[in-house]
């Protein structure tokens, strides 16, 4: 049974339209179900473990606990549209570099979230980046060396500010 | 070459994972495929008057239903016994069984069809204490009966005592593996009448035998590919959806996904089994241990699953690293109509010690002694006799590990630093903050061995094939086929590692694991670096043995060296160099006349069954292991801040030291898990906690950095000298954190998870409910 719901969204920079769509779908279950966007994973339909982590006109959110209808008209940015520059290359890197990636079930939710939080929080020490990273659950690795990467990109973007400020 | 055995290798699927581009078997859709969903039965035990899917078929949309009244072939399946239906047909044995399943043109049309199927049942009184599950007055659940194993080992003179003698109960509860991502599939029929499966699992080749046998097909007509796989733990290796797919996806004629949610992964796959415990040590007043005598008892739940096998671990393991001139231990694992139990990382091993390290603790009060000091006082060395018979090999240097463990700094005391305590520091963390002056700190200790590989006999080999080729561009290239489930753990990085140290090649390719290669065995038991990293390297070498003697051959070369082409010629970097025979050629040149192939079946060292008395030698192997924990108390609120964590641990030759930190820092976290957060409760056979909501996980929050150190000892027989390393810090996470925690507040907390409601009105002694019942000693 569809419904007949139409919703335009910016997806990854580009315009999509769903329709047919029930008003009671989630964000999470149009972008993989209907847009084919399985880069944003469900996990839990909670909000509770971040697999599904987008950013949604530029803040972070779960989206299984977003209505698709409150997301119309929305920017919609999964790990696949944060680019391939910059800070979210770095976190991309950095996850590889320091075995970060076992499963990697939460790993795009966890790129979103931390290329968000170092946006915001450049300088979080570690238990700020605890705490805020606490929204993702990681089953693999025991979160060290998701911190560890999370640190190393700071590391190095401070040595690149360093850097610029001479 | 560089990213040979030895270095933190890449893993080869990495970047494809943090792209979100690596396909889950969630993630895989073709055209025109249907959704499966499954009716499950909403009672823990009910009788099934009728099922009818009348209605459900005519709804439009609706492709097929499928009951226990379409399954072809056998209608159970199951691990080790088939005694669990593929659809419940007249009794349903827990709340969650399937009962029916359709497939429709989308999820809601789906879902519309299960409500549109009805069940008469009868409800039934379920049965769902495992302490009364072999009582005389507690009904048959099961034509098979309720006990499904019995273990006693003696070993010694059991009436032995000592002079000190400890002795109590112990619960744990029930705890998920909660993989991130939920049972999966893509089942499509084939043209031959075979059916082909792409599906997240453990073990491709013990699912291809279950279904093979459950759709009446020769194994030859079902064919498994791996797809990705989002962490397993022990939840993957039994069959969950694999069957009900098949079903209809030859009864619709078209592909089928079929996958669940977080409330069906929970109802869907076995647990980690409860176990009620009672342990008693006696010891003489220098703190030598003299006797351990332990009963448990495992709730199984409805069905086997892997119970026989989780209840030799949990027996054969229950007197812990330790040196006993005398022991007696027993136990059973009985059917109720609880959630079934089997596989959960460290199989058994967790629950037995959760329950020797407290009394370890305790006999160390009793004496005298300091915990650590009792540990070094007791450790196994190789050489010595386990309770089973079975003579310790080595290495095992439990009593090195203890030591290291105890030597690692320790944390700042919980007011110093240069804020003092902070929202983010205290027990409570941001949203419940602990008066600081209401804090108090433990420290604890727990040292574990965990066995390695499958036991009592089996023979769990592990096939690869190697080819050795040249490449579109001319470079050579190793190409490898395992049936190994990569579910997470590394094995794709370590059979890459393998094959570059062994052939000298940069460029590795890794097929698809699936079932047109033979078994690999079970990706669980710690033993895939060692079994299938054996049959990898085993598979190489021949491939190296055979391209060395074409070489030889072609040179003209003298028939001793052809025959035994490695004791003059080696490849090296690229290279094929032979000096005695002054050859040396590029690895591509040798190439140049055609690849090379070889498969190779690895076998571990035989093992004997347990005999009736509970004597063999049932473990191929051993590692260990010794956490030491630091916790802080909310004396108010009863919650627990696990301030840091130190391990150290045997294992054996690191063939990649990267993948080595991810499984012991995972491995300790969901220890943690179990320690103070994570249980699946049940109420009358039913989970109330089926989600991420309530059953809650470690967060970065929750678990402090690891302070690791490996010891390195190379394991003898095992490839390069590798010992599985994912299962020992699950084992010993759990009871050093119970053991700081009991340290901070000084009650005895014999019930595993520790709750806040066990941590508050510390003035009453007495624990809270759930001081356990337990199994009295016969």
């Not at chain 1, 909670?46 to 972070?60: F, I, N, T």
């Not at chain 2, 176990?275 to 086997?304: E, P």
């Not at chain 2, 699936?514 to 299938?532: E, F, K, L, P, Y």
């Not at chain 2, 473990?619 to 030491?628: I, L, S, T």
């Amino acid at each position: 049974m569809s419904g007949g719901e139409t919703y335009r969204l910016h997806v990854d920079g580009f315009p999509r339209t769903v329709s047919g769509a029930w008003i009671g779908d989630s964000l999470l279950t149009v972008l993989r179900d209907a847009l084919g966007v399985t880069a944003v994973k469900d996990a839990c339909e909670q909000g509770r473990c971040g697999a599904c982590s987008v950013l949604l006109d530029g803040r972070l959110a779960a989206s299984c606990t977003v209505l698709a209808a409150d997301a119309d008209g929305a920017r919609v940015v999964t790990v696949a549209g944060l680019g391939t520059v910059g800070l979210a290359r770095a976190v991309r890197a950095t996850f590889l570099a320091e075995g970060a990636v076992q499963c990697g079930f939460c790993t795009p939710g966890f790129v979103v979230a931390v290329t968000d939080l170092l946006t915001r929080r450049p300088d979080a020490d570690a238990d700020e980046l605890r705490e805020a990273l606490a929204g993702n659950i990681c089953r693999c690795t025991g979160y060290g060396r998701i911190i560890a990467a999370v640190q190393a990109v700071q590391r190095d973007r401070a040595v690149q500010r360093d850097r610029d400020a001479r | 070459m560089s990213g040979g055995v030895g270095a933190s290798a890449r893993r080869p699927d990495g970047p494809a994972k943090v792209a979100g581009t690596f396909p889950y078997a969630g993630d895989l859709r073709v055209p025109g495929m249907l959704h499966g969903r499954t009716l499950r039965c909403p009672h823990p035990r009910a009788r099934i008057r009728r099922v009818d899917t009348a209605t459900a078929r005519q709804l439009p949309g609706v492709a097929a239903v499928v009951t226990a009244a379409d399954v072809p072939g056998v209608a159970t399946y199951g691990l080790i016994i088939a005694d669990q239906p593929v659809f419940a047909a007249t009794e349903a044995r827990y709340a969650g069984e399937p009962v029916a399943a359709v497939a429709a043109v989308d999820a809601r049309t789906a879902r519309r069809a299960l409500a549109a199927i009805e069940v008469d049942y009868e409800p039934l009184p379920p049965h769902t204490d495992p302490a009364l599950a072999l009582a005389p007055d507690t009904p048959r659940l099961h034509p098979a009966g309720n006990l499904y194993r019995e273990i006693d080992v003696r070993h010694g003179d059991p009436d032995r005592d000592g002079p000190v003698v400890i002795e109590d109960h112990y619960v744990v509860g029930m705890q998920d593996q909660a993989f991130l991502a939920p049972e999966a599939a893509l089942i499509t029929p084939a043209a031959d009448g075979g059916v082909d499966l792409r599906v997240a699992t453990q073990w491709l080749h013990s699912d291809r035998e279950q279904l093979a046998a459950c759709l009446a097909l020769p194994e030859d007509l079902v064919r498994l590919t791996l797809a990705g796989v989002g962490g397993a733990f022990g939840g993957r290796e039994d069959i969950t959806l694999q069957i009900h797919g098949a079903l209809l996806a030859r009864a619709a004629g078209a592909p089928v996904r079929i996958a669940y949610d977080r409330v069906e992964s929970f109802l869907g796959h076995p647990h980690r089994h409860p176990a009620r415990m009672w342990f008693r040590h006696t010891a003489t007043r220098a703190g030598d241990l003299v006797s351990v005598q332990a009963r448990l008892v495992l709730d199984g739940g409805a069905y086997a699953s892997s119970s026989p096998a989780v209840l030799a671990n949990a027996v054969t393991h229950a007197a812990g690293p330790y040196r006993v001139p005398h022991a007696r231990l027993h136990g059973v694992v009985v059917r109720t109509n609880n959630p079934p139990c089997g596989a959960m990382r460290g199989f058994g091993v967790p629950q037995v010690t959760i329950g020797h390290e407290a009394q370890l603790d305790r006999l160390a009060d009793a004496v005298g002694l300091d915990p650590v000091e009792l540990r070094v006082r007791n450790a196994i060395c190789p050489g010595d006799i386990l309770p089973t018979g079975q003579v310790m090999g080595g290495p095992l240097p439990a009593r090195e590990l203890i030591q290291l463990v105890a030597a690692r700094p320790l944390p700042p005391s919980p007011t110093a630093g240069p804020a003092g305590p902070t929202g983010l520091t205290l027990p409570g963390g941001l949203p419940a903050a602990a008066d600081p002056s209401r804090v108090r700190r433990g420290v604890g200790y727990a040292l574990a061995y965990k066995n390695l590989l499958f036991s009592e006999g089996m023979d769990d080999s592990s096939v690869a094939r190697v080819r050795l080729d040249l490449a579109a561009d001319g470079t050579p290239r190793a190409s490898i086929h395992s049936a190994c489930a990569e579910v997470g753990q590394g094995f794709v990085a370590i059979a890459e590692q393998i094959a570059r140290t062994e052939l000298g090649v940069d460029q590795v390719v890794l097929r698809p694991a699936d079932t047109a290669i033979g078994s690999a065995g079970s990706t669980s038991a710690s033993r895939q670096t060692w079994m299938s990293g054996g049959a990898v390297r085993g598979a190489c070498v021949a491939v190296a043995d055979r391209l060395l003697a074409r070489v030889a051959r072609t040179a003209g070369l003298p028939a001793r060296v052809v025959e035994a082409p490695g004791a003059s010629l080696r490849i090296t970097a690229g290279r094929i160099v032979g000096a005695e025979a002054g050859l040396r050629l590029t690895l591509a040149d040798a190439l140049a006349a055609g690849p090379v192939e070889a498969e190779f079946t690895f076998h571990h060292r035989r093992t004997t069954a347990l005999d009736a008395a509970g004597q063999g030698d049932p473990h191929v192997a051993f590692a260990a292991a010794a956490h030491r924990a630091v916790v802080d108390v909310d004396l108010d609120l009863g919650l627990v801040r696990v301030v840091s964590m130190a391990l150290a641990q045997d294992c054996g030759t690191v063939l990649n030291p990267l993948a080595l930190r991810g499984q012991v820092e995972g491995g300790t976290a969901q220890g943690l898990g179990l320690a103070v957060m994570e249980e699946l409760v049940t109420d009358g056979g039913r989970v109330t906690n089926p989600t991420f909501h309530d059953y809650l996980l470690p967060t970065a929050a929750d678990v402090p950095d690891l302070d690791f150190v490996a010891v390195t000892e190379p394991q003898p027989e095992a490839p390069y000298g590798v010992k599985g390393v994912g299962e020992a810090p699950t084992c010993t996470a759990t009871p050093a954190i119970v053991a700081a925690i009991r340290a901070a507040v000084g009650r005895d907390l014999r019930r595993v998870p520790v709750r806040p409601q066990d941590l508050v009105d510390l003035e009453n002694p007495v624990d809270l409910p759930g001081a356990p019942g337990g199994d009295p000693p016969a």
